[in-house]
């Protein structure tokens, strides 16, 4: 839970396609959304790793 709201929770696969019908949304659909924020998130510390890297070689020649 966060802030008193259930946010997650833990589904056996078995119960999958139950929980597909219930919640009116095909598993590959989720599967994609997963796979969208996976690619994001991936992306966005890619991002970070080139910054870092940037701003060590400009502290580097800026002790020269």
Known sequence: TKHRRLVAGVVPFYQLR???????KD???HER?????RR???WAAYD???E???REQELRTRKR
Do not use: C, Q, S, Y
Not at 18 to 24: D, K, P, Q, T
């Open 18 to 24: 139950a929980m597909e019908r219930l919640m009116g």
């Open 27 to 29: 598993i590959t659909d």
């Open 33 to 37: 959304d997963i796979d969208a924020k």
């Open 40 to 42: 994001r998130v991936m």
């Open 48 to 50: 970070h790793k080139i």
């Open 52 to 54: 870092m890297m940037m």
